[in-house]
C-alpha cells in the first residue's frame, strides 16, 4: 500500500497586516507565503523545491520542469494540488503536472 501512498503536511496559512486605501484600522488577510512536505515514494524527494528570500522572508517556487529554484515564481493552491494529483496519477481538467516533483 506505501507505495501507492502520499502524506501532506501543510503548514499553516501565513499573515499579514493590510489597511485598504479607504479605512482607518488594518485587518488580517491570509496568504499561502508558506511550505508543506510531501512524504512519498512517488516523489523525487531528499531536496527542497523553491526556498525563502532572505530579504523579504518570502517563499518563492521552483521551475516545475527542472526544480530549479525561481525567485520569480509564487506557487498557488493549483500548483500544490496538481502536484499531489499527479503523484498520484488522479487525472482531472486543468491539472497542472509536476515533472521535476514526481517519479516516473
Known amino acids: 500500500m506505501w507505495d501507492h501512498s502520499l502524506v501532506y503536511f501543510p503548514t499553516d496559512f501565513g ?15 491570509h496568504h499561502l507565503n ?16 523553491g526556498g525563502v528570500d532572505p530579504d523579504t522572508l518570502l517563499t518563492y517556487g521552483f521551475d516545475r520542469e527542472t526544480g530549479e529554484p525561481d525567485k520569480g515564481s509564487v506557487m498557488v493552491e493549483e500548483d500544490l494540488f496538481g502536484a499531489v494529483a499527479h503523484a498520484l496519477d488522479a487525472p482531472f481538467p486543468g491539472r497542472r503536472d509536476m515533472p521535476a516533483l514526481v517519479k516516473g
Open 34 to 49: 508558506n511550505g508543506v512536505l510531501l512524504v512519498s515514494p512517488l516523489i523525487k524527494g531528499n531536496r527542497v523545491y
Open 15 to 29: 499573515r499579514e497586516r493590510t489597511r485598504p486605501l479607504d479605512r482607518l484600522a488594518f485587518g488580517t488577510g
